[in-house]
């Protein structure tokens, strides 16, 4: 009966620390994912003042149910800029993708819901662009959300916001956002351009959840 009663603490003991440890990693990703983000943001910032162009950060929201492109729908972030016709000084109509980007960490993915084109009053889904054409190669083609800066480094979407969660998605559904579980109901961080391309973190959920702490799907 003691050995039964050890073997039970330990089972309970060992769920405890699985569901700690998981909810620890899955805040580690989003931590991560930020300070990668912020870094992807200023290296557009950057860009455009370097190469006196429009250059901008890009959200893959390609086809979420195409085998080709499940593991980057809302995960990919990518750099472009606009490339400057030495003679006339115009800009491209076209993108050109200045690296190969990045990817968020496993679970974690940009919120189309938090995530909103002026933070303030909560209103508006981000500009969305596509990348086509000879300088994108075809893995990286297709429509994505953009966060754009000219080519003194302002920001055109002054207050828009940049927000990433925790959760899972379902290939195939009928809703392809990906959805908050139980151990990461608001396991959610971000923050907001300003005009002249700085960055500010928001401090606690309540910022970026404005009441939406029921939300089920990102």
Same mark, same amino acid.
């Given at each position: 009966m003691e050995l039964l009663t050890v073997i039970a603490i330990i089972c309970v003991l060992m769920t405890v620390a699985s569901v700690g440890i998981g909810s620890l990693l899955a805040g580690k990703g989003v931590s991560t994912a930020v300070s990668?983000?912020? #870094?992807?943001?200023?290296? #557009?910032?950057? @860009? #455009?003042?370097?190469k006196r162009t429009n250059a901008a950060v890009l959200i893959s929201i390609q086809d979420p149910n195409n085998h080709d492109t499940l593991d980057t729908y809302l995960r990919r972030l990518v750099v472009a800029y606009k490339e400057v016709d030495p003679?006339?000084?115009e800009q491209s109509k076209e993108w050109t993708l200045s690296s190969r980007g990045v990817t968020l960490p496993a679970k974690t993915y940009? !919120?189309?819901? @938090? !995530?909103? %084109?002026d933070h303030s009053t909560g209103a508006g889904e981000l500009d969305t662009v596509t990348l086509a054409g000879a300088n994108v190669k075809r893995e990286y083609q297709g429509d994505y959300f953009i966060y754009e800066f000219n080519a003194e480094g302002i920001c055109t979407t002054p207050g828009a916001s940049f927000v990433i969660g925790t959760g899972v998605r379902t290939p195939g559904s009928s809703d392809p956002r990906p959805r908050v579980t139980a151990s990461s109901k608001r396991d959610f961080g971000g923050f907001i351009i300003w005009r002249n391309g700085s960055a500010s973190l928001f401090r !606690?959920?309540?910022?970026? @959840? %404005?009441g939406s702490d029921n939300i089920t799907h990102f």
């Open positions: 990668t983000t912020e #870094a992807v943001f200023e290296e #557009a910032r950057t @860009l #455009a003042v370097g003679i006339t000084n940009y !919120s189309r819901v @938090l !995530s909103r %084109k !606690s959920p309540t910022q970026i @959840l %404005k």
